[in-house]
């Protein structure tokens, strides 16, 4: 019997052309599953857009549940609309950005979506020492990322944006409530957003009565119970290297029935700087604000839930194989974690791993 294709876990940056490509490989795969599931189950599946980039949805309905598919969609659109107005960067009204316009020391009152999600961050951000930092919008632009990127830097606009930074800055009120201590601070909550976004999106699918299902939003992903085939759920890990994708070398494949998963990575998402051709990727270090120079470097880690895993994998990035792999054992014990670093795009890749990884994931490296 041949194993299915795995499911990918990518960093979630959006090439349009990519995408298309991948959305073709996704659909054949989902009409396969769907003609290779377990004969006493149906597989729903169906998939779209959000938050600048994709979702997709399989749901593994045994025989005989009665579930309104046209009412569970539905419940699933306004749920992904409803984190949209919440947690977006690009849309000029969502709450997050009318958040970032606020002045400082008051309490701000924000809905839960954006509270839990500044909670989550602001904790890692303490346990990183800053390493990972929820605050780093202004220095993030000013390194040519975000809504409006670019290659050029001014060394002026960086320094003018790290007075507006820092994690400390913001307090975690009682449930419902923010507080910004400097004047200019500003949220960026996508290293946490689309992980959080599959959290809710299958807290739905379970309010329906689902118990197997995968839910994937960018790339980071939630599993719960057996695939159609009625085995674990199987993702895929790239390879690292750039300009290769996704899907097209794995380092390795995991089994899962439950949890979360995220993967951070810069070699989807990079610029070189005209003057000093130095790769800047878009994840930065909150300690030095300046970008992580690992591009050929992932961190995927699976978690109990996506917002931690997302968040996790991006602070071991930050922090470094070195650094991130024993602190992640040592703060949070109950996750599990992969570095995977290759030196060049055709170099062995290497691969670093807490100490459960195998046990918590079942991986089998294709190396």
């Known amino acids: 019997m041949t194993s299915p294709r795995p499911v990918l876990v990518q960093p979630r940056p959006l090439v349009w052309w990519r995408v298309v490509l991948v959305a073709g490989t996704l659909a054949l795969w989902t009409w396969w599953s769907m003609h290779r599931g377990t004969p006493s189950s149906t597989v729903l599946s169906w998939s779209g857009e959000t938050q600048g980039t994709w979702y997709r949805i399989q749901v593994v309905a045994p025989s005989g549940w009665n579930m309104d598919r046209d009412r569970l969609v539905t419940a699933v659109t306004s749920t992904l609309a409803e984190i949209d107005r919440a947690l977006s960067l690009w849309n000029p009204e969502s709450e997050l950005v009318r958040f970032n316009r606020e002045p400082a020391h008051r309490a701000i009152a924000v809905s839960s979506d954006l509270y839990e999600c500044a909670r989550v961050a602001r904790e890692v951000a303490e346990a990183s020492g800053g390493a990972f930092d929820p605050t780093l919008a202004p220095l993030i632009r000013a390194w040519g990322f975000g809504p409006n990127e670019k290659v050029a830097t001014d060394s002026n606009e960086i320094a003018q944006a790290r007075t507006r930074v820092g994690w400390k800055f913001l307090t975690i009120g009682p449930p419902g409530q923010l507080v910004k201590e400097c004047d200019g601070l500003e949220l960026d909550l996508n290293a946490v957003a689309q ?135 040592r703060n949070y014990p109950s996750a599990a974690a992969l570095v995977v670093m290759c030196e060049s795009d055709s170099a062995q890749p290497q691969l670093r791993a807490t100490s459960n990884w195998v046990s918590r994931t079942r991986f089998q490296e294709s190396f």
């Open 195 to 329: 992980g959080y976004t599959a959290d809710r999106i299958a807290a739905v699918l379970r309010s329906f009565g689902a118990e197997r299902f995968l839910v994937e939003v960018g790339g980071e992903l939630v599993v719960s119970g057996l695939s159609p085939r009625g085995q674990p759920w199987r993702i895929g890990i790239d390879v690292p290297v750039l300009d290769r994708l996704p899907g097209e070398q794995l380092v390795g494949t995991l089994s899962l029935t439950h949890g979360g998963v995220a993967t951070s990575g810069g070699y989807r998402h990079r610029v070189q700087d005209p003057t000093t051709h130095r790769v800047r990727t878009h994840i930065l270090d909150g300690r030095t604000g300046e970008p992580v120079a690992r591009e050929r470097m992932s961190v995927t880690v699976v978690a109990s839930n996506a917002a931690w895993a997302d968040a996790l994998a991006t602070a071991v990035f930050a922090l470094g194989p070195e650094e991130g792999v024993p602190w992640i054992e």
